[in-house]
């Protein structure tokens, strides 16, 4: 396991609003205050997320996007972008793969992060989907001029990412020490009402825990933090 530098310019692509801040809010924190610009795009809205039998999916779509927006301020996130797919119909489609080579054309991350879609335990269909479409982006559809030409007509020059970082992965090989920004971590998760507790003794334990056990993680490689995340490296040849 090893560290990573703060990167100039980093694009997070998350299936749902609050996925961001679940895996890799610590490290978006810990960037921006070190003046890395941040672009978080949300492939989802979010709509079916909601055991209430009196909600509608067009009320919590609403909800849930200014939960993020909310979110991202405490972050620090230059930009929020939401392409508006509802929960659970995502689909692996050229359509959707533009979309995200777009942005990595105009934004032009150093670093892009994403939910690894490679785990043997199940995860969710968006997961899944949002993190292998953000891996074909990246690679090599963003760098290949001959993909999705009409961006070239539009002024978008081809863009080679040099490092996709996966959270929630199996195999984490990149640690980030979060103990100056859990803090933060935690209060944009206390964002997404609708999702989690309103109680913050409850959002800080959940958040403190996860930071901690990937803090024991890292520690096994000689690590001493009191609150981390931890990712999967996967480095692209320039």
């Known amino acids: 396991m090893?560290?990573?530098?703060?990167?100039?310019?980093a694009m997070l692509v998350i299936p749902h609003p609050d996925d961001g801040e679940s895996?890799?809010?610590?490290?978006?924190?810990?960037?921006?205050?070190?003046?890395?610009?941040?672009?978080?795009?949300?492939?989802?809205?979010?709509?079916?997320?909601?055991?209430?039998?009196?909600?509608?999916?067009?009320r919590l779509a609403t909800i849930r996007a200014a939960e993020q927006k909310k979110a991202t301020e405490v972050l620090g996130?230059?930009?929020?972008?939401?392409?508006?797919y509802g929960d659970g119909e995502?689909?692996?489609?050229?359509?959707?793969?533009?979309?995200?080579?777009?942005?990595?054309?105009?934004?032009?991350?150093?670093?892009?992060?994403?939910?690894?879609?490679?785990?043997?335990?199940?995860?969710?269909r968006d997961h899944r989907i949002s993190g292998q479409t953000a891996l074909d982006a990246s690679f090599p559809f963003a760098r290949d001029v001959l993909h999705f030409p009409e961006h070239l007509a539009a002024g978008l020059e081809t863009h080679k990412?040099?490092?996709?970082?996966?959270?929630?992965?199996?195999?984490?090989?990149?640690?980030?020490?979060?103990?100056?920004?859990?803090?933060?971590?935690?209060?944009?998760?206390?964002?997404?009402?609708?999702?989690?507790?309103?109680?913050?003794?409850r959002i800080?334990?959940?958040?403190?825990?996860r930071a901690t056990d990937a803090a024991a993680e890292a520690a096994d490689h000689g690590f001493k933090f009191e609150f981390a995340e931890i990712f999967r490296r996967i480095n692209f040849r320039r």
């Open 204 to 209: 800080e334990q959940f958040a403190k825990r």
């Open 77 to 84: 996130v230059d930009e929020l972008i939401m392409l508006g």
């Open 90 to 124: 995502l689909e692996d489609t050229s359509a959707f793969r533009g979309q995200i080579v777009e942005q990595i054309r105009r934004f032009r991350p150093d670093v892009l992060l994403a939910m690894d879609p490679r785990r043997m335990s199940h995860s969710h």
């Open 161 to 201: 990412v040099g490092t996709v970082l996966l959270w929630g992965s199996e195999a984490p090989d990149v640690v980030v020490d979060i103990s100056d920004t859990v803090d933060l971590k935690m209060h944009a998760l206390a964002a997404h009402e609708s999702q989690l507790s309103t109680d913050m003794t």
């Open 23 to 58: 895996g890799a809010g610590g490290t978006v924190a810990k960037w921006a205050r070190e003046g890395c610009k941040v672009l978080y795009v949300v492939c989802t809205n979010g709509d079916k997320g909601s055991s209430d039998p009196d909600m509608t999916s067009e």
């Open 2 to 9: 090893e560290t990573i530098e703060t990167p100039e310019r």
